[in-house]
């Protein structure tokens, strides 16, 4: 009998472990789940390869729109929510660019074709030479076939970027995906004559000399205020509702018990450090940001200063007066929320920088 005791208390001990390991499996997933409905990303433990480089005209585009911790601070920088930069899988002046990344839920509302010109320094009297931009109509690159896009004069003696406006092609490629058969760059001399432009980067093969940058929207609202806050003035708004001066005198002994054991209800930093979560080998900038954190009771009477909407009050009172056991306690939660801006490498290690909304407690308040 003691054996068989024994023995079933071990399967139950194994199956208890088993369930238990399976059940944390379960919250894993539905944790990581939830993160990747946030951010969109597929593997958030990936490491992206040590070579792989935002292109310098990302990082800038992120300095000028947000600050170190990402909080926003010029949102008229940005056309959109959502900035993709595509590298091309060039061959000389043929530049492929593979566009499924780009969400279903995407509206284009500008696309840039960047290309690099180097200095032509075997040009003779020529000062500037002409620089077409042909959509490859099928398989063959050829600068005769193409269908011409844009073109114009670039300096013969300088270098840099040329950045072209393709956004009808783009949203055309979008729509209809078997149309992208990707870009030819055809140089020429002023008198029409085709020569080889030189596209290396002074000797670093790192880099790449073509870049498809398209500015969307994935209509995402933000709300500076969630939906369940009014903003009202609850001092105004329910002017009927206060309790007598007896009662309140009651409560705030109550209420000044319930401060020597918590705060009321504030706003305190929450720091979230993107390599301690794992996730810094795909986010380039920030390394972190502060979230904040919104800790601390309701007593009753609330307050000005707590921010509390009038639904609030009406529980707080409810509570108070226990007329009801439905009527739980004020909660103490974000009531303003801010974005933040990330430059991360998406999937398929295309650099991309995106807003995410309501990421940031800006204030706290009792609902």
């Known amino acids: 009998m003691k054996l068989l005791t024994f023995y079933l208390f071990g399967i139950f001990a194994f199956v208890s472990s088993s369930t238990s390991i ?24 990936r490491n992206v390869p040590t070579n792989r480089k935002a292109p310098e005209f990302m990082m800038e585009l992120y300095d000028a729109v947000a600050d170190s911790n990402g909080t926003l601070k010029n949102s008229k920088v940005l056309e959109g929510n959502i900035v993709r930069s595509f590298e091309g899988q060039s061959s000389g002046s043929y530049h492929f660019f593979n566009l499924t990344s780009f969400g279903q839920d995407e509206r ?15 040009m003779g009297r020529h000062r500037f030479y002409k620089v077409e931009l042909d959509e490859v109509p099928d398989s063959r690159p050829e600068p005769w076939r193409g269908n011409l896009i844009s073109a114009r004069l670039s300096p013969v003696y300088t270098r840099g970027w040329e950045v072209f406006n393709i956004t009808q092609m783009v949203t055309k490629w979008i729509l209809h995906s078997g149309t992208n058969n990707g870009i030819l760059v055809v140089t020429a001399l002023p008198s029409g004559n085709w020569f080889e432009s030189s596209i290396q980067m002074n000797g670093q093969s790192d880099e790449t000399n073509a870049y498809l940058v398209i500015y969307s929207d994935d209509g995402r609202k933000h709300y500076q205020h969630p939906p369940f806050y009014t903003g009202q003035n609850i001092n105004t708004s329910l002017k009927f509702l206060e309790p007598t001066e ?6 705030m002994r ?10 009321t209800c504030q706003r305190t930093n929450l720091y979230v450090d993107f390599t301690k979560i794992g996730w810094s080998g795909w986010i380039i900038s920030p390394k972190g940001y502060n979230a904040y954190s919104c800790m601390g009771s309701c007593p009753f009477p609330l307050g000005e200063g707590l921010r509390a909407t009038n639904h609030a009050t009406v529980r707080a009172i409810m509570n108070a007066l226990k007329l009801s056991e439905e009527a739980g306690k004020p909660c103490c939660v974000p009531d303003v929320l801010h974005p933040i801006s990330l430059l991360y490498f998406d999937d398929e290690e295309n650099v991309v920088l995106k807003q995410y909304n309501d990421m940031v407690a800006g204030s706290c308040g009792c609902h």
């Open 108 to 122: 284009v509302i500008k696309a840039e074709f960047r290309w690099f010109h180097q200095k032509q320094p075997f």
């Open 254 to 263: 109550n209420r000044r018990s319930v401060r020597t054991l918590t705060s």
């Open 22 to 45: 399976e059940v944390q499996k379960i919250t894993n997933a539905i944790k990581m789940r939830n993160w990747n409905e946030i951010f969109q990303i597929k593997d958030l433990t």
């Open 246 to 251: 007896s009662f309140v005198k009651s409560t």
